[in-house]
């Protein structure tokens, strides 16, 4: 499901971190996937094993961290980590 260069993002359009992350990445012009566990609520179990937990949204990065709940700062400063912005 996820791919080793691309970003993941597991998400809801209900969940307003999800948007908000979901509109950081767009407006970075960053290409993701984006996951949504309303759509397909199977994947909410490939993001909890990935997380351990049970919160959104869950982003994946290409070097196979994650983060979870992200603040914009913290997909800031990991995207500028991995050079891709």
Known sequence: MTSP???TMFGADWCRDC???KR???SLGIQ???VDLVAD???ADVAREISGRTNIP????P???HHVEPSND???AKLRELSLI
């Not at 869950?58 to 990065?61: D, I, L, T």
């Open 5 to 7: 260069s691309t970003i």
């Open 19 to 21: 948007v908000r992350t």
């Open 24 to 26: 950081q990445l767009d």
């Open 32 to 34: 993701y996937t984006y």
């Open 41 to 43: 609520p199977s994947a």
């Open 58 to 61: 869950v982003v994946v990065y």
């Open 63 to 65: 070097d196979a961290s």
């Open 74 to 76: 913290d997909v800031e």
